[in-house]
């Protein structure tokens, strides 16, 4: 039984479309984030929530919105797409909100905007 | 400049060589993780190490966090085609997460 789970794996869009990213954890965890790992295999985090509260947003573009229906879903909306949102998303769940707490991620999700 | 610098970038070896991965930084971490990506997969976790001079095992991979808590390195003995992968440092040194710029390593039968 899959621990974090996204959809779709692979996400292939023109410029200038909206798109989202699902993804679900059933490990009972209380905190999930968003990564992207660009081309050069940089993994950096975008966004953490803790029980549906935002507790980390980094210097993204508003263009990003995170939206948590529940402790288990973290879903990522992506507005008017561009060249350089092309990377690999992942998806992660931790329990408890402090750094440093075990992370299990999801398989990923690779976007590609021509 | 990242804040936790891995070396080497890339490293490619011959089954049953011994190679060690270096990460490095000018910050102080309360703890250091280290993770394993396989192609088309996220991270797994392969220890965290919490304690500066710390020394951890994993089957044939030796984790060591330094004195200061400022850097960590990973070690591989007798290298199997099966430890191929995209090796990653991460830690917080306040509230934020990072992960190192990573080392891929191949090994080759």
């Known amino acids: 039984d899959t621990a974090v789970s996204q959809t779709p794996k692979y996400l292939v869009t023109q410029m200038g479309n909206d798109k989202s990213i699902k993804c679900e954890q059933n490990?009972?965890?209380?905190?999930m984030y968003w990564y992207k790992q660009d081309s050069k295999k940089f993994l950096k985090i975008m966004f953490s929530?803790?029980?549906?509260?935002?507790?980390i947003n980094e210097t993204v573009p508003n263009r990003f919105s995170p939206k948590s229906p529940d402790k288990a879903h973290l879903n990522l909306h992506i507005n008017s797409l561009e060249l350089g949102d092309s990377a690999v998303y992942f998806c992660?769940?931790?329990?408890?909100?402090?750094?440093?707490?075990?992370?299990?991620f999801g398989p990923g999700t690779r976007l590609t905007v021509t | 400049t990242q804040l936790l610098e891995q070396s080497p970038q890339f490293l490619s070896i011959q089954e049953g060589e011994n190679l060690t991965v270096y990460c490095n930084s000018s910050?102080?971490?309360?703890?250091l993780q280290w993770y394993r990506q396989e192609p088309g997969e996220g991270p797994v976790l392969l220890v965290t190490?919490?304690?500066?001079?710390e020394v951890k095992k994993l089957k044939r991979l030796t984790f060591q966090f330094g004195d200061a808590r400022k850097d960590s390195s990973l070690h591989i003995t007798a290298a199997q085609p099966g430890d191929t992968g995209l090796y990653l440092c991460?830690?917080?040194?306040?509230?934020?997460?990072?992960f190192g710029t990573g080392t891929s390593l191949t090994v080759i039968p």
């Open positions: 992660a769940s931790s329990q408890g909100r402090r750094p440093g707490h075990e992370q299990y």
């Open positions: 490990l009972g965890h209380d905190t």
């Open positions: 929530y803790n029980n549906k509260e935002l507790i």
């Open positions: 910050s102080v971490f309360s703890s």
């Open positions: 190490v919490v304690t500066g001079g």
């Open positions: 991460a830690g917080a040194p306040g509230n934020q997460f990072y």
